[in-house]
């Protein structure tokens, strides 16, 4: 076992480095970190989101088993995934995207199908959310993992810029638009799964409104929304494959256009935006970009 992630408290996060001080860890800056620390070969990393701690490297294992949980935690968790967890390791779709929050680039929206045994090998391969995975050759790396991985079932949606901006004028709304693409890929997914009866995605509105996109479909299925779905190993596999289609398409369209598209909705994009103008003329941007965002307006203005 070489990664492994958890939520943990503040005060939790507070706790772990002062242990990871007492064990002379060695600390250093990582981007949306609280702090990382390393030693030997074992890195652990404390990030804002959550907050959570993810573990990588020789050691994990035993780090987590002799200190983590029993100083930190105060309950033994690894290993016990099936009680603490047990839906998890029942049959399920998990449902995630990515680029939603990313001026350029598509929306990519993917779904896996997972069971007792499927949840297993994905987590001994060190699956986890792909938001905890700063390296592009790490999240393709699982990717082939993932569609290696016996028995299961996967679909990914990918909405390029044009068709994206095609249909947010359609439905004038992004969660509308969110909740259309992950009824379309529990379509498809139920069409390779037919027998599954449950489905989980990551809260990003109110309830109704992806049930309502699943009614409109005549979709019938069980369905889980909750924040920080991630955690669960069906959801964490269809992040990683949704975000490794994603940077392809960024890495491909930067090398064929020219210009090196940024992610977020930064400084750097508004520059890269008028870069894209300049080469290859405004009707280009809708090329390569979600025309809604205020930075349309920031990049167009005289």
């Known amino acids: 076992m070489t990664s492994h992630t958890a939520a ?10 002062e242990l990871l001080v007492r064990m002379g860890f060695a600390f250093t800056e990582k981007p949306h970190a609280l702090y990382a620390a390393k ?11 959550g907050p959570k701690v993810l573990f990588q490297g020789k050691g994990t294992r035993e780090f987590i088993e002799f200190h983590f949980e029993p100083e930190i935690l105060g309950k033994a968790l690894l290993g016990y995934e099936e009680v603490h967890q047990p839906e998890m390791f029942e049959p399920h779709f998990g449902i995630d995207e990515s680029g939603k929050g990313d001026y350029f680039g598509p929306l990519v929206i993917a779904g896996v199908y997972t069971d007792r045994e499927i949840t297993r090998r994905l987590m001994d391969a060190g699956i986890m959310d792909s938001k905890r995975i700063s390296s592009a050759a790490k999240i393709r790396q699982l990717t082939t993992i993932i569609r290696d991985t016996p028995g299961i079932a996967y679909h990914i949606l990918t909405l390029p810029p ?3 901006n095609e249909l947010y004028a359609e439905f004038r709304n992004l969660n509308n638009l969110l909740a259309w693409g992950h009824a379309t890929v529990i379509e498809k997914l139920i069409l390779q ?7 989980l995605s990551d809260q990003f509105a109110k309830p109704y409104v992806l049930q309502k996109a699943l009614s409109g479909k005549g979709l019938r299925i ?3 929304q909750r924040t920080k779905a991630e955690s669960d190993i069906a959801v ?8 490794d289609r994603f940077v392809e398409w960024m890495e491909k369209t930067s090398s064929a256009g020219g210009v090196e598209l940024p992610l977020g ?7 890269a935006a008028r870069e894209v103008i300049t080469l290859h003329g405004k009707e280009a941007l809708g090329k390569v970009a979600k025309l809604h965002f205020k930075t349309t ?6």
């Open 236 to 243: 964490a596999a269809a992040s990683i494959l949704a975000r």
């Open 193 to 199: 799964s037919p027998d599954c009866p449950r489905a």
């Open 8 to 17: 943990i408290t503040t005060l939790q996060a507070k706790k772990l480095r």
């Open 222 to 224: 069980q369905l889980d």
């Open 265 to 271: 909705a930064s400084a750097s994009v508004i520059r």
């Open 297 to 302: 307006q920031q990049v167009t203005e005289s």
């Open 162 to 164: 044009l068709r994206y």
């Open 39 to 49: 030693k030997d070969k074992l890195s652990i990393s404390v990030y804002q989101k």
